[in-house]
C-alpha cells in the first residue's frame, strides 16, 4: 500500500477517519492524501486570475481550507501528507482522484443514514463505496489504535468471494489476525444447507494460514445485523465484506448489506469493492 485518501470536510467525523488513515499511513510507509470538496465552481482552476478576483467568497473557501490542511499537516509531522481541494460532486472528484492518483485504499468517516435516505440519497460515504472502485474503510467512532487484530469476514463463501477475501487478508496480516469467517443465516428458503456452507468455509479457512482461523454459521433474521451481532460477540476489530454492486432499483427494494453495516456499525467497516477484485483475478 503506497498511497491513502482521506477526503474531509473537516468535521470531527472526518478527523476521526483522518486520524485511522495517518496511523495506517505510518504502519504501512504510505503517502496520506486529504482532500475536500468546497463550494466553488467546478471549473475554479480553468479561471484567470481576473475571474477568480470577482469571486472573493470562493476565494475565502479556498483559503480557510488551507488553513485546515497546513493544521493537519502540523499533526502528521512523520508521514507524507499531500493536499487538495475541488469544486463539483465529492464522489465523482474521490473516483477521478483515486485514478489520477493511483490511489490503493480511501479512509472515510460516516454519521450514518436514517429512513428513506440509506436508499434514496444516503451519506457521501454511501455514496463513495457504491460508485468508487477502491477498498474502503469506514470509521464511526474513534479508534483508540490502529490495531486490527481480531477481524469477521461476513461472506456467502461461494468461489466468487475467494478474491475479495484475499484482498481482505493482504490488509489484515500486517497485524497478525485472528480471523473469523462468518455466514448468516436467516432462515430463508434461500439459505444453503449446512453442510454445504461447512464445506465452503472450510476452503477459506485453508486460506488464511498461517494464522488462526474459525468459522461460524450466525443465524438472524436479517443479514446486516446478523453481522453486527456476530462481530460484537467475539469483539472484532473489524469488518470485512465484499462489495456487490447492486442496480440502483434493487438496492431501494432490497437495499445493500455494504450500506447497512455502514450506517449502522460500530465496529470499522472494510468495503472490498467485488467488482475490481473479481476482475483483477
Not at 12 to 21: I, P
Not at 121 to 137: A, F, I, W
Request: with cysteine; hydrophobic share 40%.
Amino acid at each position: 500500500m503506497k498511497s491513502i485518501l482521506a477526503p474531509t470536510d473537516f468535521s470531527a467525523c472526518a478527523f476521526q477517519a483522518t486520524e485511522a488513515a495517518a496511523g495506517l499511513a505510518r504502519r504501512f510507509g504510505a503517502a496520506l492524501h486529504l482532500m475536500t470538496c468546497l463550494d466553488i465552481p467546478a471549473n475554479w482552476s480553468q479561471l484567470s486570475a481576473r475571474e477568480k478576483a470577482q469571486l472573493p467568497e470562493a476565494q475565502q473557501r479556498i483559503y480557510n481550507a488551507e488553513v485546515l490542511f497546513n493544521d493537519l499537516r502540523s499533526r502528521f509531522p512523520d508521514i507524507e501528507v499531500k493536499t487538495a481541494y475541488c469544486g463539483g460532486k465529492l464522489t465523482a472528484e474521490v473516483k477521478k482522484y483515486v485514478s489520477r492518483f493511483s490511489i490503493d485504499f480511501i479512509v472515510m468517516g460516516s454519521h450514518g443514514a436514517g429512513g428513506k435516505n440509506e436508499y434514496f440519497v444516503g451519506s457521501n460515504t454511501q455514496k463513495v463505496v457504491r460508485e468508487v472502485h477502491c477498498p474502503t474503510l469506514v470509521i464511526k467512532e474513534p479508534l483508540e489504535e490502529v490495531n486490527f487484530d481480531k477481524v469477521v469476514f461476513a461472506s456467502s463463501f461461494h468461489q466468487n468471494e475467494r478474491a475479495p477475501f484475499m484482498k481482505f487478508k493482504d490488509f489484515v496480516k500486517h497485524f497478525v489476525p485472528e480471523i473469523h469467517l462468518v455466514e448468516i443465516h436467516t432462515s430463508s428458503l434461500l439459505d444453503p444447507p449446512y453442510f454445504l456452507s461447512h464445506e465452503a468455509m472450510e476452503e477459506f479457512r485453508s486460506l488464511c494460514a498461517p494464522f488462526r482461523c474459525e468459522t461460524h454459521i450466525h443465524r438472524n433474521f436479517n443479514v446486516e445485523r446478523g453481522i453486527r451481532a456476530f462481530a460484537e460477540e467475539v469483539g472484532a476489530k473489524l469488518i470485512g465484506i465484499s462489495n456487490h454492486h447492486r442496480h440502483p432499483l434493487k438496492r431501494m427494494l432490497i437495499g445493500s448489506n455494504v450500506e447497512a453495516l455502514i450506517n449502522h456499525s460500530s465496529i470499522p467497516v472494510l468495503s472490498i469493492d467485488y467488482e475490481k477484485t473479481a476482475a483483477a483475478v
